[in-house]
């Protein structure tokens, strides 16, 4: 599987970790995303503008790229 991507700020955002992938019933063909800690994650999208990557270790998002 390929990371996600999700927009935050109008800004393209790769995940390389803390998220899942859910599918279940009808919904097995169209699978969605679950991110630990959303408002973290966005927290950390503003305060670190660079970044293009995060990834969720230790309980804390951190840009990786």
Request: proline letters at 3%.
């Amino acid at each position: 599987m390929a990371l996600p991507t999700i927009s935050i700020d109008n800004r393209e955002i790769i995940l390389v970790s803390g998220f899942e992938t859910v599918a279940t019933g009808t919904n097995a063909k169209k699978p969605f995303l679950v991110i630990l800690d959303e408002r973290q994650l966005e927290r950390s999208v503003k305060n670190d503008n660079d970044a293009v990557a995060y990834g969720y270790v230790a309980g804390r998002w951190i840009a990786v790229a």
